[in-house]
């Protein structure tokens, strides 16, 4: 398994950013994969999930009405878009592979996102 965020940088408030997480070594389609994030000097936060037979979406209230998740089943790549960002979504961002609703198999290496005034 291998899962690789890209598309981090640097953002200002009320801006957009959208990160791409391109999987390989299972079976993307059917795989529930999730969004989380660690703020500085802060533990993991869960941001999203997709559940990839039905494409059920879920969400953290923090990111919710402002972030979308979502999937490419054809190139294998997960999203994370991110809209009207704000300070406290500055974070290291994984994208991470479950095998059920609340654990987590398999992390990338994360990519920042970093709020610029």
């Known amino acids: 398994v291998q899962l690789v965020e890209s598309g981090g940088g640097l953002v200002h408030p009320g801006g957009s950013l959208t990160l791409s997480c391109e999987a390989s070594g299972f079976t993307f389609s059917s795989s529930i994969m999730k969004w989380v994030r660690q703020a500085p000097g802060k533990g993991l936060e869960w941001v999203s999930s997709?559940?990839?037979?039905?494409?059920?979406?879920y969400y953290a209230d923090s990111v919710k009405g402002r972030f979308t998740i979502s999937t490419d089943k054809t190139k294998g790549t997960l999203y994370l878009q991110m809209d009207n960002v704000r300070s406290e979504d500055t974070a290291v961002y994984f994208c991470?592979?479950?095998?059920?609703?609340?654990?987590?198999?398999?992390w990338g290496p994360g990519t920042q996102v970093t709020l610029s005034s």
């Open positions: 991470t592979k479950g095998s059920g609703k609340y654990d987590i198999e398999f």
């Open positions: 997709v559940f990839g037979l039905l494409g059920e979406t």
